[in-house]
């Protein structure tokens, strides 16, 4: 992945194939070329009655760069959020185009403005991300090999180096996660997981261990064990840790399911192609580990991913079994597709044991939560105001945004079991929420904890902003946009 070089005035020679522009509303005018062709264009495409608010102005000059142009509203986003958005879609369609170079021009309203750098370098670095490592070399797409933030003001001081920084190694880190997201479940089985996961830990400095069957016996990880079962594959359950200043650790959990058939519950064919998808949580977990390390932050992090495959056979477990997991509750399992919450059971009790000033789990968990909330929010819940509200402030700032749910005392009894503790479902009305609350009982009170529900948002349907058509890497940005308010 290249490097987003920075470079200080507007260029008017053609030294950049394409040169994106976020277009503020209500902007003061600067009489630069670029001026004039975007304000005709926006103004035709009005007139004309597109809601299409971007696109190419013009193309082909051998003296300028070809013009893409981007209208900020200044009723929608945040400004950095807009910002990330044009340079994602600048970089995809100079992709698309063969392009070799691009560049995006910050406003010069937010030259003075750190978040909106770091904004730029992400959408440049994350808006064209694309595997195809399993092509021939012929159907490669070729990506842009140069790209430029310009701006009017001089980069060197510490603030907006450190902002250049962020950028830098959250953009790698998200992308980090994304490859893995995106690889078929027979290149990313458990064991693939935990050697990725060591070998990044060896290349960007943090800690990995990985515990294997014989372990997790011992341990008594009964929820991982109970939903392996099912396969021939090894499940593992991953202590990864970047040590910082030390002190109580803020631990992040990660869902890592390889593949998801749903176990002797089996879902419907159509589309179970995509269940490679529900270790997003752990991939993200992992990108949250390799941006702690690059960027030295201050917090000791713990990741702590529970992964395995959940397939039906005459070993697996099935409707109606009692299992007993880390904690000792004993389990009812009434539905063997709601496995994330029985192997993230044992990973919260884990988690509690490392005292933490904080655990927040990533998990594809439900499909009610899609149903609630589409593809652009994240499902929220927590039992903890102060914990919500700041990952909610940290969804603004990243674009990577929660909406919480409730988890009110009365869901709770939709578990209840005729023969157990608990059971892990409650019924399709408000299963986002059960699904939630079944994660709750697992979790001491007095302990900050919150779960992000991001099964929605893991993966896209369609391009948009700064995210490409396939996986997301959802919640590395979140998590470090809450550790740096934390900071």
Partial sequence: MSEVQVRTGVPDTREVEALA??????????????????????????????????????????????LYVARVSAKGRPETSAIRATAGEAVRAARERGLGSVGVLMPA????????????????LLGDWAYDGLRDEKRRSPAPGTRILFTRTDASAAERQAALARGH??????????????????????????????????????????????KLRAERFGGLLAVAKGSAEEPFFLILEHTGAGG???????????????GISIKPSDG???????????????????????????????????TTENLPSGTAVKPGDVIRGLSGKSIEVINTDAEGRLILSDALTYAQRLSPAAIVDLATLTG??????????????????????ALIE???????????????????????????????????????????WFLRDFVEDGVEWAHLDIAGTAWAEEARGWQPKGATGVGVRLIHAWLRARS
Avoid at 41 to 52: H, P
Avoid at 248 to 262: C, E, R, S, Y
Avoid at 371 to 376: P, S
């Fill in 21 to 66: 522009i976020p277009w503020l509303e209500g902007r003061a005018a600067t009489g630069e070329w670029w001026e004039a062709p975007a304000a005709a264009w926006l103004e035709r495409r009005k007139a004309g009655g597109s809601t299409e608010p971007s696109g190419w102005v013009t193309i082909g000059s051998e003296a300028r760069p070809d």
């Fill in 394 to 436: 940290a969804g603004e700032r990243s674009g990577e945004r929660p909406w919480r749910l409730p988890l009110w005392p009365e869901y709770r009894k939709q578990l209840d079991s005729d023969i157990a503790d608990i059971k892990n479902t409650g019924g399709r009305p408000g299963s986002a929420i059960t699904a939630g």
């Fill in 248 to 262: 109580d650790p803020h631990v992040v959990v990660g869902k890592g399911v390889t593949f998801d058939a749903g």
């Fill in 109 to 124: 309203e937010l030259d003075d403005a750190p978040a909106a750098w770091q904004a730029a370098v992400e959408g440049l």
């Fill in 272 to 306: 179970m192609e995509d269940m490679k998808y529900d270790m997003s949580g752990a991939a993200a977990t992992i990108g949250v580990l390799v941006a702690a390390a690059e960027l030295a932050i201050p917090q000791r992090v713990v990741g702590l991913i529970p």
């Fill in 169 to 214: 190694a959250l953009g790698r880190a998200q992308n980090v996660a994304r490859e893995l997201i995106a690889l078929p479940g027979n290149v990313v089985t458990p064991r693939h997981l935990a050697e990725t996961a060591k070998t990044l830990g060896e290349r960007h400095g943090f800690s990995v261990q990985a515990w294997g069957e014989g």
């Fill in 368 to 389: 009610a939560c899609v149903v609630a909330l589409g593809h652009h929010a994240i499902g929220l819940m927590s039992p903890t105001d102060a914990l919500a509200d």
